[in-house]
């Protein structure tokens, strides 16, 4: 069910505090994580990895992509926020390249908004998802991002620095963070074919980021897997996907120290 104006506004408005005290990179321990990729709407996927972290005593990491496309986009953004509220720390919410201004209104979640509270009320969520941190590292050797490693960024830590409160993305290393995917047919970076500053990037740039930064593993969403998760360049990228609306099983990832297994969502 849909809250009332008055209380969407309120868990905005709590959210934002929360977030904007949150870096751009949240730094965490190691310890036993549910990672779980884009969701877009899909409120029974969200539930259902809550319930699994609830039963194993598990820290819960999402990786963007909660709005647009799926049927329940207002309640799964809504129910994630009220969760952050009360798991705090437990619980990270990282940004994905649907949350901003430009995507809501192309793939549906403006008008979703607009039909639920009025046009004007969309605003509040824009400033919301612009305090939303775009990375975390666990343990100093596992990234978790949306999209991928941006073509003009060496250090990891350099994501601290990125400016908060872009309604969409400006920062190039920004955008590509959210918006860049790997490639096993090329080596270094390509334009991708998503358009607007995205890149490809290849094994060789992946594991030159990787070996700078002493990382072990990088876990992202953003693409969809038949599978519901699939790895690349030597089992060192794993793409989770957590959508059922594509017609795939949604899958997450149980991460213990670098331990991985595959988690599904019924």
């Not at 290849?202 to 002493?214: K, L, S």
């Amino acid at each position: 069910m849909i809250p009332e104006r008055s209380v969407t506004a309120s868990l905005i408005s709590r959210a934002y505090e929360v977030f904007a005290e949150e870096p751009q990179l949240v730094e965490l321990e190691l310890c036993k994580y549910l990672i779980v990729g884009d969701t877009h709407g899909d409120l029974d996927t969200s539930l259902s990895a809550i319930r699994h972290a609830e039963r194993n005593n598990l820290s819960l990491i999402f990786l963007g992509d909660y709005v647009d496309r799926g049927l329940r986009q207002l309640e799964n953004i809504v129910t994630l926020l009220e969760h952050k509220l009360s798991w705090g720390r437990r619980l990270i919410m990282l940004r994905g390249n649907h949350e901003s201004r430009m995507m809501n209104r192309w793939y549906g979640f403006f008008s979703v908004v607009a039909a639920a509270y009025g046009p004007d009320f969309y605003q509040e969520f824009a400033r919301l998802f612009s305090q939303m941190p775009y990375a975390a590292i666990i343990g100093g050797r596992v990234l978790c991002v949306h999209g991928g490693v941006p073509d003009s960024m060496d250090s990891v830590y350099e994501i601290r620095d990125l400016p908060k409160g872009e309604l969409d993305p400006e920062d190039p290393r920004a955008l590509q963070l959210l918006w860049n995917d790997p490639c096993e047919d090329i080596d270094e970076f390509a334009p991708s074919w998503r358009g607007g500053g995205a890149m490809l990037f290849g094994r060789i740039a992946f594991e030159r980021f990787m070996a700078r930064n002493g990382l072990e593993l990088m876990v992202r969403g953003h693409e969809p897997q038949d599978k519901g998760y699939g790895y690349l360049f030597n089992n060192r990228l794993l793409t989770v996907f957590s959508c059922r609306y594509y017609g795939i099983r949604p899958a997450g990832a149980f991460l213990e120290d670098l331990d991985v297994e595959i988690v599904y969502f019924e």
